[in-house]
């Protein structure tokens, strides 16, 4: 898994292979709450491995008011211990 995620960093650490995607509320913040963490919890771990995300960047994460980068999302996967099609999935609404 490391080895997959040194090559992902390598491969987006160019700008131009940056891709947006944007997670919702419960992708991110289910994981965290089953971890039993704060948001600011969160951000200081995301902060050892590498972002530099505060704890109000990742509650507008978890309200759907900030995109996650691609090279963000291979991060909190390995944070959140969850793979990265679990944050990517999304939330059929229902009429």
Not at 32 to 60: C, D, E, H, I, P
Not at 74 to 91: A, H, M, R
């Amino acid at each position: 898994m490391e080895l997959v995620a040194k090559k992902y960093r390598d491969i987006i650490s160019q700008p131009s292979n940056a891709i947006c995607f944007c997670t919702s509320v419960s992708n991110t913040r289910c994981p965290r709450l089953a971890m039993g963490l704060s948001q600011k919890q969160l951000a200081a771990r995301l902060q050892l491995a590498g972002l530099g995300l505060t704890q109000k960047a990742v509650s507008r994460i978890e309200t759907g008011d900030r995109v996650v980068p691609d090279y963000e999302l291979i991060v909190f996967s390995e944070v959140l211990k969850v793979p990265i099609c679990t944050l990517l999935l999304c939330e059929q609404a229902t009429n």
